[in-house]
């Protein structure tokens, strides 16, 4: 059997050191780095995570911040709807108010008619249409006493034409304006009047 010399047994240990390491590579160290990536991509996809979760979490309370403010506008826009649950009973509210207006104003009320009540979702206008004869500084005040009214009036159509060419202070006004009370359900059938119906009614 042949003795190995020295440099030889050197070579052998080498080699078994570079077969060790190699296993030590493949059985160990490997699995440890591609643990250490997972969990490295854990890491990262956690904190993309909880970042989107802050981007919820704060526009969730943006958005409540939003639903607060408009609750509170619509509280008090709400304080404005006429005192009434029914559309005939709140337009005769309406009527009784403008009215008083009117006499306050010192304007001649011709004739008034009740429009169908209009359904806006959880809301229902009641559309009145009034003609008035007047001058211009009574009508002026009368608008006036409408924009300062305590209760929620739109004007969705005003026509002001000269009585006499001779007297051209006195004027006639068809005024078209709405106020406004909760639906009942799922509210009422209606049409908004078309586009110079009133001018219309007030000529005839």
Known sequence: MAVLSRRERRLLLLAGLLV?????????????????????????????????????????????????????????????????????????????????????????????????PVAHGAYLEIPLEFTMASQIRPLTRFLHLLEGAPNLLTVSDLKVRVLSVSQPREVLAT????????GEGSGAEGTRPRAGAAGRSAGG
């Open 20 to 116: 060790a390491g190699a296993a030590a590579w493949l059985f160990a160290l490997e699995p440890i780095r591609e643990r250490g990536e997972r969990v490295q991509a854990l890491i990262a996809a956690r904190e993309r995570l909880l970042a989107k979760q802050e981007g919820l979490l704060a526009r969730a309370a943006l958005y409540a911040a939003e639903r607060r403010t408009l609750g509170a506008e619509l509280e008090r826009l709400e304080e404005g709807l006429l005192p009434a649950d029914k559309p005939a009973v709140a337009a005769s509210a309406l009527q009784q108010q403008l009215k008083a207006m009117a006499e306050q104003s010192e304007v001649e009320i011709r004739s008034e008619k009740i429009l169908p």
């Open 175 to 182: 005024l078209t304006l709405s106020g406004y009370i909760r």
